[in-house]
């Protein structure tokens, strides 16, 4: 069994961070299987975005207490696995 990683922080997390900067960041986790962003308005949902080539903010947006699963093989683009209502959540 593989032991996962500890809680790690980062500056490319940042709300005020760049595309780019997440970009990149994301590119070099690339040895990861997966990756937990817990995060804020806008940037939560502008990485998002950015990720599944949506231009539109208004085609995707994150409710607070929101989830929503991306899938991605290079950290350049992704696709939307699913997206789940705070309410389901029970929040």
Same mark, same amino acid.
């Given at each position: ?6 809680? #790690? $922080? ?8 760049? =595309? %780019?900067? !997440?970009?990149?960041?994301? %590119?070099? %986790?690339?040895?990861? %299987?997966? &990756?937990? $962003? &817990?995060?804020? =308005?806008?940037?939560? +949902?502008?990485? =998002?975005?950015?990720?599944?080539? &949506? ?6 947006? *994150?409710? #607070?207490?929101?989830? +929503? ?9 992704? &696709? *939307?696995? !699913? *997206?789940? +209502?705070?309410?389901? $959540?029970?929040?």
């Amino acid at each position: 069994m593989v032991e996962p990683d500890a809680l #790690k $922080l980062d500056d490319a997390l940042l709300n005020e961070t760049s =595309a %780019r900067q !997440f970009a990149g960041w994301l %590119r070099s %986790r690339s040895e990861a %299987r997966h &990756v937990l $962003l &817990v995060g804020h =308005a806008p940037s939560l +949902a502008e990485h =998002a975005r950015a990720l599944l080539s &949506v231009g539109d903010p208004e085609a995707l947006w *994150l409710s #607070k207490g929101g989830l +929503a699963c991306l899938e991605t093989e290079d950290g350049r683009s992704a &696709v *939307l696995k !699913f *997206l789940i +209502a705070p309410k389901l $959540l029970g929040g």
